[in-house]
């Protein structure tokens, strides 16, 4: 990821991920391309933009346990503007620390989120 790239991040969700394979032909015809899996199981990744990418959607089933771990991360965001701030600051560093390389962006990225679940988790 880029210095000051920014993106729309998006979590659809769905009945089943099987059912979610008919919406893949709509949604590469919209422009995103689809990536699988893309090393979360049972979800469906699509990408927007090209170089630089706009948008980043997740199809995840409804009740699973990545579709709440995502939602618990958004509502810690909504709750908490400082620790909002303090990820748009970190995220802005390592995009500028990664030079591109989106894995080593993504795994310090990971970190980052882990650690304040962590923190949340322990102050409740």
Same mark, same amino acid.
């Given at each position: 990821? +880029?210095?000051?790239?920014?993106? @729309? ?7 089943? $991920? ?7 032909? @709509? *949604? ?6 689809? #990536? ?5 199981? @049972? ?23 990545? @579709?709440?771990?995502?939602?618990? $991360?958004?509502?810690?965001? *909504? ?9 748009? +600051? $970190? +995220? ?9 390389? #989106? ?5 310090? +990225? ?6 304040? #679940? #962590? ?6």
């Amino acid at each position: 990821m +880029k210095p000051g790239a920014i993106h @729309l991040d998006m979590a659809v969700v769905i009945q089943s $991920f099987e059912g979610g394979r008919a919406l893949v032909p @709509l *949604l590469t015809d919209l422009g995103y391309e689809y #990536r699988g899996e893309n090393g979360i199981p @049972l979800r469906h990744y699509f990408v927007q933009g090209s170089p630089r990418r706009t948008h980043h959607l997740h199809m995840l089933e409804q009740d699973s346990a990545e @579709l709440m771990r995502h939602l618990r $991360f958004r509502d810690i965001l *909504l709750d908490s503007p400082s620790t909002a701030a303090r990820y748009s +600051k $970190f +995220k802005a560093a390592i995009a500028a620390e990664s030079g591109g390389t #989106r894995d080593l962006y993504q795994s310090r +990225k990971v970190s980052f989120i882990d650690e304040v #679940r #962590r923190l949340r988790s322990e102050a409740q």
